[in-house]
């Protein structure tokens, strides 16, 4: 069965930081491209990142860039997201989502989220 | 950026009508690489249909999506009370910029 479990989310001041991981299993993780999706609280999704399966291509939202990092550990089987430099605007959950298996960026699998709240 | 906007807001009905949620692309999404998502509260999304059409592993047949495009429609033939929910469509053909919809919410009338 695939699993995403979400942590580290919790409450940071303006202009903290964060590091989120994400912990995978069932299937085989270093096959898979991976991404980080956020919701502000009683609002719609954000795609905040994406990594692809050897961490060869990165990608970020405008809204993130230059401020948050994906990473991913494939012999822990484990995606990571450092977030620098908070904002009050990015307080949400932060699922982790997996692509469906045919290689496009629709996801199948999601965790069940991390609260971050970024607030004084 | 590919702006998604979907209507109605929030859709009314009673179960066992039919719903038609609509999602409109700002520039033609190549391929129809269109999904939706179906959320309720404190859970995270789940998958209904991608392709524009297919439906995704163990989704009932009552749930089809359609169109192509700009324009596409996600239609629950009759609701049953689970379907009382939000609804997200997501765009992935300009991947891997990726964006959604801001979301329909089927409430019971």
């Given at each position: 069965e695939v699993q995403l479990v979400e942590s580290g989310g919790g409450l940071v001041k303006p202009g903290g930081s964060l590091r989120l991981s994400c912990a995978a299993s069932g299937f085989t993780f270093s096959s898979y491209s991976m991404n980080w999706v956020r919701q502000a609280p009683g609002k719609g999704l954000e795609w905040v990142s994406s990594i692809s399966s050897s961490s060869s291509y990165i990608y970020y939202a405008d809204s993130v860039k230059g401020r948050f990092t994906i990473s991913r550990d494939n012999a822990k089987n484990s995606l990571y997201l450092q977030m620098n430099?908070?904002?009050?605007?990015?307080?949400a959950v932060y699922y982790c989502a997996r692509p469906h298996n045919s290689g496009y960026d629709f996801f199948d699998y999601w965790g069940q989220g991390t609260l971050v709240t970024v607030s004084s | 950026e590919i702006v998604l906007t979907q209507s109605p807001g929030t859709l009314s009905l009673s179960p066992g009508e039919r719903a038609t949620l609509s999602c409109r692309a700002s520039q033609s999404v190549s391929s129809s690489y269109l999904a939706w998502y179906q959320q309720k509260p404190g859970q995270a999304p789940r998958l209904l249909i991608y392709g524009a059409s297919s439906r995704a592993t163990g989704i009932p047949d009552r749930f089809s999506g359609s169109g192509s495009g700009t324009d596409f429609t996600l239609t629950i033939s009759r609701l049953e009370p689970e379907d009382f929910a939000v609804y997200y469509c997501q765009q992935y053909g300009s991947s891997p910029l990726l964006t959604f919809g801001g979301g329909t919410k089927v409430e019971i009338k």
């Open positions: 430099s908070l904002r009050a605007e990015d307080t | -």
